[in-house]
């Protein structure tokens, strides 16, 4: 009896700690720019799903790449059928960790690098990015640029339209993340 | 000592879930979202009949659409260059996307059939839009056009080009269009039609029923194979008594490559019917694939977007 009281107990408390460790978002938000002599290009998604462990230094991020939204239909339509092939590769997923973990239990603004696997496109390729993380009581704020070179995902660009899109896109990511339930 | 290990296994399970670094699990969900369909055509038409696609708000489409003349048979062969000597119908339109669902637009055909010098005002709504989870399983899209002929009257009074007064000149269609993308490659369309000329001859339909059926299939990301078909329902009294002229009525088929450029989508395609117009393909076509009375002809579709605030 006494061993039970103490199982029932320990329990909720081994859950609650760990899930802390959890944050997690469902509306981050994701947009790229992208920059030539035609016409320049942007795109933008808060549909962007997210997860870090601030113990382990665990990262995911995970978004259906038709949420994207541009201002042309057109080009909406030629970035889903004709680029990223949405109906054969929906998602885009990164998987990766924070290296050199700060203390993210305290409150503050930290520069960190993450290093991790972009599969887009149906291509997996390593990146490793700085990101800066704001941790306030009950929140983590996360942001991000890169660059996405759109060759090395196995993205073509006929030489028809080489003039309208870049070579290297630039990626932003924000979001704030609460305390995985 | 069971117990001791019962609880401190109990204390790390849930640990173990969430030390795992692997955290996609928590979004298993995420995929279940409906969104809508979109390019289960490429363009706003399939060959000669519409698709359920609109423009984009604020989108100009400019069409170019060409008919040659007969490839084989008494008026093709080499003598005129397989039918490219001559062009049965011309159009050239711009259309345009008051919304993403409303498309407007005016065109002018040379017209092939009783009428000619033809000026088209179309009004296009898509009503329904097909969802990625068949929440929403069929796209429905409304097409209705209103054609005046600018030619000049005939002499006689039996000829269905005489007008006697302006309304003779007019000619209308009301369309919808079912369409459904069935996996990736493959789109379909049903097009239950209605064609109403004010002017006919003796013994032909002002107004008319027909049913067309599209249908797309992608080889590639760019390139797909286009067919359309319209059968119109004609009476058996106006069939026999065209034969009696000397002239038949035939269903329109049209097959044709689609080639999508961006921006551009170009179709090269082989019909039967000589017109480009509803109001004359569906009811008016006379010449028949078996007698070599099909031709070649192209569509050229330019999509502009002209919302100011989207340059940079």
Redesign the interface.
């Given at each position: 009896m006494k061993h039970l009281i103490l199982l029932m107990l320990c329990l909720p408390l081994a859950l609650g700690a760990t899930a802390q460790d959890v944050y997690a978002s469902r509306n981050v938000s994701l947009s790229f720019f992208s920059k030539a002599p035609m016409e320049d290009i942007d795109a933008k998604t808060t549909q962007c799903v997210s997860a870090i462990n601030i113990k382990t230094g665990a990262v995911y991020f995970k978004v259906a790449v038709n949420t994207f939204q541009f201002k042309k239909s057109l080009m909406q339509e030629h970035f889903n059928e004709n680029y990223l092939e949405t109906h054969k590769f929906p998602n885009a997923e990164f998987k990766g960790k924070l290296l050199d973990l700060p203390d993210l239990t305290k409150p503050g603004t930290y520069t960190v690098t993450v290093e991790g696997t972009l599969d887009m496109h149906g291509v997996k390729k390593t990146y490793r990015e700085k990101g800066t993380l704001t941790v306030a009581v009950g929140s983590i704020a996360v942001s991000s640029t890169f660059k996405v070179r759109v060759a090395d995902h196995n993205i073509k660009i006929p030489r028809l339209v080489v003039k309208n899109i870049a070579e290297v896109v630039d990626v932003t990511v924000s979001g704030k993340y609460a305390p995985a339930k | 000592m069971s117990?001791?290990k019962?609880?401190f296994a109990?204390?790390?399970?849930?640990?173990a879930?969430?030390?795992?670094?692997?955290?996609?699990g928590?979004?298993k969900d995420?995929?279940k979202?409906s969104?809508p369909v979109?390019?289960t055509f490429k363009s706003t038409r399939i060959i000669n009949g519409q698709s359920n696609e609109t423009l984009?708000?604020n989108?100009l489409d400019f069409r170019v659409g060409h008919r040659f003349g007969d490839m084989a048979g008494s008026n093709g062969g080499a003598k005129t260059f397989f039918g490219m000597d001559n062009s049965t119908d011309i159009r050239i339109a711009f259309e345009y996307g008051v919304s993403?669902n409303l498309t407007v637009g005016i065109g002018r055909s040379k017209g092939s059939g009783n009428l000619s010098q033809l000026y088209e005002g179309l009004v296009k709504y898509r009503l329904l839009q097909q969802t990625t989870d068949n929440r929403i399983p069929l796209a429905i899209t409304l097409f209705g056009n209103a054609v005046v002929s600018a030619m000049e009257s005939a002499e006689e009074e039996a000829s269905p080009a005489y007008f006697g007064k302006f309304s003779d000149r007019m000619s209308y269609t009301a369309q919808a269009v079912l369409a459904r993308q069935f996996g990736?490659a493959f789109s379909l369309a049903v097009l239950p039609t209605y064609v109403h000329r004010n002017r006919v001859g003796y013994a032909d339909m002002n107004g008319m029923f027909a049913l067309g059926v599209g249908g797309r299939l992608r080889f590639t990301?760019?390139l797909a194979l286009v067919v359309d078909y319209f059968v119109p329902f004609r009476d058996q009294a106006s069939k026999d008594f065209a034969k009696t002229q000397g002239m038949e009525y035939y269903n329109s088929l049209g097959v044709g490559l689609e080639i999508?450029?961006?921006?551009h989508v170009f179709h090269v395609n082989f019909t039967n019917s000589t017109a480009t117009l509803e109001n004359q393909f569906i009811p008016e076509t006379t010449s028949t694939w078996t007698n070599g009375q099909f031709r070649w002809g192209f569509n050229i579709s330019r999509?502009f977007?002209l919302?100011r605030?989207?340059?940079?």
């Open positions: - | 117990f001791v019962i609880l109990a204390c790390l399970l849930p640990a879930c969430y030390a795992q670094d692997d955290l996609s928590m979004f995420s995929a979202r969104l979109i390019a984009g708000k989108e993403d990736h990301n760019r999508e450029t961006g921006g999509r977007d919302d605030k989207h340059k940079h």
